[in-house]
């Protein structure tokens, strides 16, 4: 089939089975993509699959996500399967803010004529941290290169290769620097988010050109939906996540973040773990800051412990640790994600301020010994913790049950989940057609066992997220999600 010419209804569907199907009772508009992480590591190297209870469960790898799904639409244009938003290949070059909107607003690439410049929310969807910073001048880039075409800084004209930027349509709220008027972006080449002044030291006159990305589709990415449920958690509708609505309170390495989660109990329930990058970036609220609102740029659903800042300030907030590593330096698996829902500072000629703004994503090594910390570390003098704090996440767990008029209840279980080659689907009542549909709506198995028990090879079935279909004798019809992982 030449997807192409079936483009715009497949994706369609794509966005109709996204949306309507991956948490029963809610409507997922914001799937979080997987982080693209695949191998697992201590504090200093890779290491075999930590098994649960074993040092280092429960980090990114342990989990598998949405797994990240595109179609090169042969016209300069990206379809996100998981996502519902179909992106521009090719930025072209380096523009201002203020022109970047213009070019969406002018632009009909692919026939379309609704380009928006996107939100930092939608711009990180895309971001993969199986990137890599080798060293000065190698790279493994943070974005599927495969699709994506992602220029690297201009060494010739004097440019470092990290000055490639993507900016989004995300002012701060608050300022930088020497009081910087800023937008956020995602740097590609190494990995992090943060502010950049929107228009060029010193004399801040001339408008700062970068490189943006223009997208299309499913205008509620990015929205959250959250649900106070009364006992001390968080449900996020639009994710399909549940959250510890307050912190612990106590500041922790990263092994001892990682066991901290896996061992919480909390309303119930005892399969939370830490959130990884994606996930956590997911809750910020970039509407909201320390300067502008006196709060942490995150919903006042969530209470967020207060620390006191280098320079004494007590109206400061911690980084939050999250369970992907950061391939970066010297000692490549050395360093892990956090959020700043706080500002995200540094010291620069002795003067302790705001340089990259609250809602940033940067790392900091994953342990030392507490005493020596904060220090502060690179050009901006970023203060580095080390001993940061930890908001749970868990899944909403989706239902399999359909209440039919007569008050019989319809119950199917598909295992293991993630599968590798072979599912297993019972159901207590005979089912009568099972079919699985892969993420852009397309029915890749199909059988009619007339039975309660089915046996299931999927080891023709690449990595990635699927649903299972399942249609009963009696003409009861439902679906649940499905991860491959290979």
């Not at 701060?172 to 030291?201: A, S």
Request: charged letters at 20%; one cysteine or more.
């Amino acid at each position: 089939m030449k997807l192409r010419s079936y483009r715009k209804p497949l994706t369609t569907i794509a966005i109709s089975f996204l949306v309507n199907i991956v948490v029963f009772g809610q409507t997922i508009t914001y799937p979080i993509v997987d982080t693209n992480i695949q191998d697992y590591y201590n504090n200093e190297a890779i290491i075999t699959i930590p098994q649960i209870g074993e040092e280092f469960y429960g980090q990114d790898a342990n989990y598998i996500g949405n797994q990240s799904s595109y179609i090169n639409n042969e016209d300069g244009t990206i379809t996100d399967n998981i996502t519902g938003l179909m992106w521009e290949k090719d930025m072209g070059d380096k523009i201002s803010y203020v022109d970047a909107f213009i070019k969406a607003n002018n632009s009909n690439l692919g026939e379309y004529s609704d380009w928006r410049v996107p939100t930092i929310k939608e711009l990180y969807s895309l971001i993969q941290f199986s990137g890599r910073v080798m060293g000065a001048e190698t790279f493994e880039l943070f974005i599927d290169t495969i699709y994506f075409n992602q220029p690297i800084g201009n060494i010739d004209i004097g440019e470092r290769e990290i000055d490639a930027q993507t900016w989004s349509s995300t002012q701060y709220v608050g300022l930088t620097m020497n009081g910087d008027t800023t937008v956020f972006g995602i740097n590609f080449i190494d990995g992090r988010i943060k502010g950049y002044p929107k228009y060029q030291p010193p004399t801040r006159s001339v408008p700062m050109t970068m490189y943006f990305r223009m997208v299309r589709g499913n205008s509620l990415y990015g929205i959250n939906n959250f649900i106070d449920n009364g006992d001390g958690t968080v449900t996020d509708n639009a994710t399909g996540l549940m959250w510890q609505q307050a912190d612990d309170g106590i500041p922790h390495d990263w092994e001892n973040s990682l066991s901290y989660a896996e061992n919480l109990s909390l309303a119930g329930n005892s399969d939370w773990r830490l959130p990884n990058a994606k996930e956590l970036q997911s809750i910020v609220d970039y509407t909201r800051s320390p300067q502008t609102s006196e709060s942490p740029a995150i919903n006042p659903l969530f209470s967020v412990t207060k620390i006191t800042d280098p320079a004494g300030n007590t109206e400061q907030y911690p980084y939050f640790w999250t369970s992907t590593s950061h391939l970066d330096g010297v000692n490549p698996y050395s360093g892990a994600v956090y959020i700043a829902f706080g500002e995200a500072q540094g010291e620069m000629n002795g003067n302790l301020m705001d340089v990259h703004g609250a809602g940033a994503q940067r790392s900091d090594p994953k342990t030392g010994l507490q005493n020596d910390y904060p220090q502060f570390f690179g050009p901006q003098g970023d203060v580095q913790y080390v001993f940061n704090y930890i908001r749970c996440v868990r899944d909403v767990p989706s239902s399999t049950d359909i209440k039919e008029s007569n008050n019989v209840d319809f119950h199917f279980n598909v295992y293991p989940n993630p599968a590798r080659n072979r599912l297993t689907i019972s159901s207590d009542v005979e089912m009568n057609t099972i079919s699985i549909y892969n993420a852009i709506g397309e029915r890749v198995i199909n059988v009619s066992p007339n039975q309660k028990l089915s046996l299931i090879n999927t080891s023709n079935l690449s990595t990635g997220i699927y649903f299972v279909n399942i249609k009963t004798s009696v003409g009861r019809n439902t679906f649940k999600k499905l991860i491959v992982a290979k």
